[in-house]
């Protein structure tokens, strides 16, 4: 996400957001040219603000954000601004998952927390299929993520970058069996940063 309101809010938030919640960044240069399914784990509210100003400036994220987000004015121009889109958690949303894969056609990254939901901590969850589907439709690489959990006030963390893969499959397309191991796979992979 290249806009100029995304650059100059980048600007404006980053140094005030590592102030307040100073991290390290670790790996970045593993992050490939061009589009990628980045996945991350999911323990506070401010992740993916995290991670989005651990990326360099001219390489933002888009973001898949639920539908509820969307229903204040104000914080949906402000969503939409910087790149985020709707997505109803509830059933199949055909036309987020249009927009998400014409993202990454695009050569924008686009960043999901393959859990789906905020969790505490490794297990609580399992994998959902929604990356492996990006990244296999597209071509795409999906990038493992590490974003250290419970942020504090003035408590330093980490934003670990994976290194990028394709999970390998035979035929046209996975199978729902293959799917299913290549979520557990990258949640394997995005909780094994954390060492």
Not at 57 to 82: I, S
Request: hydrophobic share 40%; charged share 25%; glycine share 8%.
């Amino acid at each position: 996400m290249n806009s100029r309101f995304y650059r100059v809010a980048y600007t404006i938030i980053k140094p005030i957001f590592r102030l307040l919640f100073p991290f390290r960044v670790e790996g970045l240069e593993r992050l490939p040219e061009g589009g990628a399914v980045l996945c991350s784990n999911h323990n506070h509210a401010l992740d993916p603000v995290m991670i989005a100003v651990a990326l360099p400036k001219t390489g933002g994220p888009r973001f898949m954000a639920k539908k509820e987000l969307f229903q204040n004015p104000a914080l949906r121009w402000f969503l939409r601004k910087v790149g985020a889109f709707p997505v109803d958690r509830e059933g199949s949303d055909v036309q987020a998952m249009k927009t998400a894969m014409k993202c990454l056609q695009e050569g924008d990254k686009l960043l999901l927390f393959p859990e789906g939901t905020r969790v505490q901590s490794e297990g609580d969850a399992s994998a959902k299929g929604g990356a492996v589907m990006f990244a296999t439709r597209t071509g795409v690489p999906m990038v493992p993520i590490y974003c250290g959990e419970k942020h504090k006030f003035f408590r330093r963390s980490r934003v670990v970058f994976g290194e990028p893969y394709m999970p390998q499959w035979e035929g046209r397309r996975p199978t729902a069996e293959e799917n299913h191991q290549f979520a557990e796979e990258l949640l394997r992979r995005i909780y094994a940063l954390k060492k």
